[in-house]
Every structure is written in structure tokens, then in C-alpha cells.
């Protein structure tokens, strides 16, 4: 009687939930609205109405089974308000020594802009890790990507016994990265591995450094 060698590993009883991404991209162009006109690309609402009217193929290509299309959708989107922030951003650096912005409006887009770099980012790491997100769940468990997450480096026995043995990242602990690639200019407990995601990280803690960098500087004009 012959066994089976290699196991076939099944995919996730429960699907990673896409309304935190979602939500993520709606709240980027929200924040948009936060930034002058002077400073964005035709009017204020464009992002979020964009943004609105792609998330619908979205999820219908998601819940029809077209994974191949809501992914490329997904990455459409992402890379909609990634090009606006950073269009954004260059703009308000250029307009920063001819001071034609009031400080107020500067200080509000220049945090409006920091919070974007965070769910943008966030939602690049959670689309392309380990293929994304449909691609882990037919995996079944996280066990290779381009972070090293706590919860990958412990061994069978102690995953089992903690409940963890088909942990795979959710969208929260994207963000999370995210957040501290911005606030600490590190990935503090998750090691970065791909090339890829490395590039990513160094363009998301620039563009964090010099949003950081520009108010304070005008923090210190103000004062």
C-alpha cells in the first residue's frame, strides 16, 4: 500500500475578507477632499468617484469567481491614487517656497497626504504578497512571501497549539506594517525579503520623510 508524499494543501475554509481594502482605497479618496484644488488634478471629488465606480466590477468579478480581472481592477485602482498622491505631493513641495498656500491648508494637506502614503502602500503589500490575496487563500496557510511575519517563523506544533496553523496576513497587518514603515522609517518586526517589496518600503519612507520633513518645516516658519 503505497502514501502520498506530498500534501496537498487545502484552501482557506473562510475567505480573507476585501471590504477592509476596499475601504482603505474609498478612504483615500476621501482624504483627497482634505487638499486644495491648486494641488490635485481636475476636481476634488474625481479619486473617490473613480474609485467608486471601479469597486463595483470589483466585487462582482470577486463573487462571480473572475479573480484573474478583480485582481487586475484591484491593482488599476491602487495605482490610480498611488499616482495622484505622489502628483499631489510634488505639487505641494514645488508651491512650499513661493508660499501661495495658506499655512493652514498646507499643514491639512501635508497630513492628509502622510495618511494616504499609509492605506496606499498597505493596499500594494496586500495586493502582491505572496501573490495576493486570493493566491494565499489557495494555499491555504501563509508560509512564504515577501515578509517575514512573526507568526511564519514559529514551528508546526507551537502554531497548532497557539490556533495559528492556517494563519495567513489579513489587510490589518499590512496596514500595520504600513503604518510603522511610515512612522519609523522600518519595518520593526517583520523582515522584508523581496527585492520588490523593498523598493516599495524605500519609496513609501521617502515619501513619508518628506512629508514629515515639510511640516516641519513649516511648523517652525509658523512659530
Do not use: C
Request: glycine share 6%; charged share 15%.
Amino acid at each position: 500500500m503505497t502514501q502520498t508524499t506530498n500534501a496537498v494543501r487545502k484552501p482557506a475554509a473562510r475567505p480573507e475578507p476585501r471590504w477592509p481594502a476596499m475601504l482603505a482605497l474609498l478612504a483615500i479618496g476621501g482624504l483627497r477632499l482634505a487638499l486644495p484644488e491648486s494641488l490635485s488634478v481636475g476636481p476634488d471629488w474625481l479619486i473617490l468617484a473613480i474609485i467608486a465606480v471601479l469597486i463595483i466590477p470589483t466585487i462582482w468579478t470577486f463573487h462571480t469567481g473572475s479573480d484573474r480581472l478583480s485582481r487586475v481592477l484591484g491593482i488599476a485602482m491602487t495605482s490610480i491614487v498611488t499616482l495622484d498622491m505622489i502628483w499631489s505631493l510634488g505639487l505641494l513641495i514645488s508651491r512650499l517656497p513661493a508660499r501661495k498656500e495658506p499655512p493652514t491648508a498646507l499643514l491639512e494637506s501635508a497630513a492628509a497626504l502622510w495618511i494616504a502614503n499609509i492605506l496606499v502602500f498597505a493596499s500594494w503589500y496586500w495586493r502582491l504578497d505572496g501573490g495576493g490575496p486570493h493566491a494565499r487563500e489557495m494555499r491555504g496557510v501563509h508560509t512564504d512571501g515577501a515578509f517575514l511575519f512573526p507568526q511564519m517563523t514559529l514551528d508546526p506544533a507551537a502554531r497548532r497549539s497557539m490556533g495559528e496553523d492556517t494563519w495567513s496576513p489579513g489587510f490589518v497587518d499590512y496596514l500595520f506594517l504600513a503604518f510603522n514603515t511610515s512612522t519609523a522609517f522600518s519595518p520593526t518586526d517583520v523582515p522584508v525579503l523581496s527585492r520588490w517589496a523593498k523598493l516599495l518600503m524605500m519609496i513609501q519612507s521617502l515619501i513619508s520623510l518628506a512629508t514629515i520633513a515639510l511640516l516641519a518645516a513649516r511648523a517652525v516658519n509658523i512659530l
